[in-house]
């Protein structure tokens, strides 16, 4: 019987049939390069709409291999219904037996591609690592960190683990600045004078709010604990921004001579932290 | 196969060359839009045409603020204010539109009335609390010297009540320690005499959204109008209006041929130039010849412009021009405050605009060169900086 099954299905292939296979399958793919060209085209035209084109990519991808696959099945091999069951129950069992793991991260890429956690552009922390999602595979995630390395995390692990969305599809994000400065600082002036500096910064993105927080910390010495919380235009511009508006605060500061007596000021107190040995 | 393939090549070749000859001739370089006044081409036309191209309000024939209802908006504002409502009112709209000569019409109507009112314009960024009282008190001519914000507000409220304008707002943009005094300053000034005085502002549109988002100054601003640019339908109007001022006739000798899909070049233009009407007069100046008839002209349909200089600039550049547009001009002093670069760095940055044609340089208040944006290309340059979100 399964003998009978198995010519029946050897039989389905013949070489105009393989040859329709392939042409089947070389369509989808040059489709899907054309298309991933054309997505990458507009978004150099328009920037601003970087995240919502990007992020069409995987679902269209996925719906073109789904309607390829229908077509070669149904349109062109055209195989009887025993030999679908046949086939579908033993490509299961083998498919599941030898590749649990890729199985799993590619249900895992289909349901994170039906119910997205994150989309193409977003800034995710997945576990340790910390970056922009540059690529959202079947089976695979590849997110684009600030050290320039690409990582990849299997989705099946994505769908276990809780993830921090920084932007949520949007082009600005919230960044917090957090600085440490002396406690003879006036912490009026401290904060009065982050905000004005951040306000300076042209990566802030004003149309947001900039807030600016203070709490004292006491860690072998007493120090003021400054956040600074304010949008950056652009996701990418972020360690800029961060960079940038505290270089702005500390300048600030010491035009206004804000450092006298303490150690951003230099000669005047040596010893501002003293490391007391256990 | 063969003779397949070569021709498949040569089709290929074909209509690459086709694309490439139709971007290279239908495409007009920004430096070449900018430097539209000084072609030989417009100096060599009859005094009464280039009249016609002249950019600036030529008389009450084509005034360059067309919509009534921006006037009658000032002057409900003012009968809210005689009223005894407490009223402050602020215009903002694209550089070009005409916002000055908003305010000199709505003077000119306060004047019918036998309405005391001061005309204010700002011609310098002011810096500090002492330099907006300052600035102000010499404005008002009052008496020169150093007044403290609640000596001035007593001073200003013991003033006969009038109309006060105040053109230029962006004067007050700055990405200094110093912006939000200056900012809080002035609104002090507008609330604590708002009511007895009627305060108007004007403000070019970048520099009102930056103050909005930066400081909220329209929360010192009872009433808030935007002056929208010339729409399809007057711009047509006004560049027909523009060559018969001139003595000439357009579209009535207009050769059949010239006309592409029975499509009239000018409404084209009108259509293109998204209300300013300096890149419309460039549109008709650079597809503009005499007509078969003595006092004619024929204008040919309009060309794209080409904004590959645009596509070309570094992320700083386009900083550096989105700061342009929030401040109104730039010097090479206040671009290295605010970029953190060397002046040598920034003069680099601002030159190489101007060479590209984006940016003018002028000679500042303080003797130093002032950077900013063309007004002929600065709707197109808004786009693209919004587009590439620069700007917002």
């Not at chain 1, 696959?69 to 062109?76: D, E, P, T």
Request: aromatic share 10%; proline share 3%.
């Amino acid at each position: 019987m399964d003998n009978k099954i198995f010519q029946q299905f050897i039989d389905l292939f013949s070489y105009t049939t393989l040859a329709s296979i392939i042409g089947a399958l070389t369509a989808a793919w040059l489709l899907l390069v054309g298309i991933r060209w054309a997505i990458n085209t507009l978004v150099s035209y328009k920037p601003k709409y970087r995240i919502q084109l990007s992020q069409t990519y995987p679902v269209i991808r996925i719906i073109i291999w789904f309607i390829t696959v229908s077509y070669i099945v149904i349109g062109i091999v055209q195989p009887p219904q025993s030999i679908i069951y046949a086939s579908l129950g033993s490509l299961g069992l083998a498919l599941g037996l030898a590749s649990q793991d890729a199985i799993r991260n590619l249900v895992a890429g289909i349901m994170m591609a039906i119910s997205p956690r994150f989309k193409i552009g977003d800034m995710v922390r997945v576990g340790e690592h910390y970056g922009e999602v540059i690529s959202l595979d079947l089976s695979t995630t590849q997110l684009h960190t600030f050290d320039d390395n690409v990582i990849t995390v299997p989705n099946a692990d994505i769908l276990k683990t809780a993830i921090s969305n920084s932007n949520n599809g949007e082009l600005n994000e919230m960044v917090a600045i957090d600085l440490h400065f002396p406690v003879s600082i006036p912490v009026a002036k401290l904060k009065a004078t982050a905000l004005s500096a951040a306000k300076c910064s042209y990566f802030v993105y004003l149309k947001k709010p900039i807030t600016a927080t203070v709490f004292p910390v006491f860690e072998r010495d007493f120090y003021y604990h400054l956040t600074i919380k304010a949008y950056v235009l652009d996701v990418r511009l972020e360690k800029a921004m961060a960079t940038d508006v505290a270089e702005r605060i500390i300048e600030a500061l010491h035009d206004k001579e804000l450092f006298a007596g303490s150690a951003f000021s230099g000669s005047q107190d040596p010893e501002p932290l003293r490391i007391v040995q256990g | 196969m063969l003779n397949l393939k070569q021709r498949l090549a040569d089709l290929w070749l074909k209509a690459k060359q086709g694309w490439l000859t139709e971007t290279e001739d239908s495409s007009v370089a920004l430096d070449q839009v900018s430097r539209f006044y000084q072609s030989d081409f417009y100096l060599s036309l009859d005094k009464g045409l280039r009249s016609a191209f002249y950019d600036g309000p030529l008389g009450g024939l084509d005034s360059r603020v067309i919509e009534r209802q921006d006037v009658d908006f000032l002057l409900s504002c003012h009968g809210y204010w005689q009223n005894g409502r407490n009223v402050s009112c602020a215009i903002f709209g694209e550089k070009g539109t005409g916002l000055s000569t908003l305010l000199n019409m709505f003077t000119a109507k306060l004047k019918q009335q036998d309405q005391a009112f001061k005309s204010l314009i700002l011609e310098k960024r002011l810096c500090s609390e002492q330099d907006v009282i300052n600035s102000f008190a010499k404005l008002l001519g009052m008496e020169n010297k150093d007044y403290t914000l609640d000596e001035f507000i007593i001073l200003i409220n013991q003033l006969p009540p009038c109309v006060i304008t105040l053109d230029n707002l962006h004067f007050l943009v700055q990405r200094t320690l110093d912006a939000q005094v200056v900012v809080d300053t002035l609104s002090a000034i507008i609330l604590a005499s708002r009511g007895y005085h009627l305060w108007i502002v004007a403000c070019e549109e970048q520099a009102w959204r930056r103050l909005c988002y930066g400081y909220q100054i329209e929360h010192v601003f009872s009433h808030q109008q935007q002056v929208a640019n010339f729409s399809e339908s007057q711009m047509l109007e006004l560049l027909l209006k523009r060559f018969s001022y001139g003595g000439f006739r357009t579209i009535n000798d207009m050769p059949i041929e010239t006309l592409v899909d029975g499509k009239c070049p000018l409404n084209d233009i009108a259509k293109r130039c998204k209300g300013c009407i300096e890149l419309s007069l460039f549109y008709c100046l650079n597809n503009l010849s005499y007509g078969i008839t003595e006092k004619s002209v024929c204008i040919m349909p309009a060309e794209e412009i080409d904004v590959t200089a645009l596509k070309s600039l570094s992320q700083l550049e386009l900083f550096s021009l989105a700061e342009i547009c929030a401040h109104g001009h730039l010097s090479v002093k206040e671009h290295h405050k605010i970029f953190r670069i060397s002046l040598g760095e920034s003069k680099m940055i601002l030159e190489h605009l101007r060479v590209l044609g984006i940016l003018d340089k002028n000679e500042g208040v303080s003797g130093s060169d002032a950077y900013s944006l063309k007004l002929i290309i600065s709707a197109v340059v808004i786009r693209y900086l919004i587009s590439m979100n620069s700007l917002y």
